[in-house]
């Protein structure tokens, strides 16, 4: 299997500009998470889906982000309108099953920087 | 609320010098324990992970964790670091029953002196 795929990898973008993210998680893989890396704040959990449902976005900072996944294969983080705060390292990560293994398997992460 | 504690946020050792990163968690009851390791420009990678049972657990690249439910602690140890072990370390943890949500501490920049 490939892995967890994310892009781009890499982003720059002007303030009030619209961002998209994207991941393919690794096939039969029921979860998936969105993260932040900062400095800052460290690795903080964005939002996270089950069977391509969201369960929970408590972590989602604000209206502007947005996280859908339309099927198994595939899910998009949008930042709408971008701000320079938002500059940040997005990793998206997948696992399978609740019970008895918690080990998410992360991608290479997208690095955004608005300007 | 569970949180996860790195005390260290750097460590220098030199290489083949025996290595111990420090986690400490608040939970009242045991949770999952995890450690990950982050190589630059990289995701993150699982280690080790300990879930019930024996409180040694084996993980790959010859790290080992010893779960201490007294001093509420999961240590991450290797007896001979190589150079290609500098990376940050983080761990994490799962509130058993509390879904599949992972807390992650601060991490520990590792580095290695040859």
């Known amino acids: 299997d490939a892995g967890v795929i994310q892009s781009p990898r890499h982003e720059v973008t002007e303030m009030g500009q619209e961002v998209t993210l994207r991941c393919k998680p690794i096939s039969g893989h029921d979860y998936l998470f969105w993260y932040r890396q900062t400095m800052m704040r460290g690795l903080e959990l964005l939002i996270y889906?089950?069977?391509?449902?969201?369960?929970?976005d408590s972590g989602m900072p604000e209206d502007r982000f947005s996280a859908k996944m339309p099927n198994a294969s595939f899910s998009t983080l949008k930042i709408q309108p971008s701000e320079p705060r938002d500059s940040a390292v997005y990793f998206c990560a997948s696992s399978f099953g609740q019970v008895g293994t918690y080990e998410q398997y992360f991608g290479p992460g997208t690095r955004l920087t608005v300007t | 609320a569970q949180s996860v504690t790195q005390p260290d946020i750097h460590i220098t050792v030199s290489e083949g010098a025996s290595l111990e990163l420090r986690c400490n968690y608040s939970y009242g009851a045991t949770p999952y324990l995890f450690w990950y390791v982050q190589s630059p420009g990289q995701g993150l990678q699982l280690l080790l992970k300990y879930f019930s049972g024996d409180t040694l657990v084996q993980g790959i690249k010859g790290f080992e964790a010893e779960f201490k439910r007294s001093q509420s602690s999961f240590n991450l140890r290797k007896p001979s670091v190589h150079w290609s072990d500098a990376a940050e370390y983080f761990c994490?943890?799962?509130?058993?029953?509390?879904?599949?949500?992972?807390?992650f501490g601060t991490g520990t920049q590792l580095k290695v002196e040859l």
């Open positions: 889906f089950n069977n391509n449902v969201p369960i929970d």
């Open positions: 994490a943890v799962v509130r058993t029953g509390g879904g599949n949500k992972l807390t």
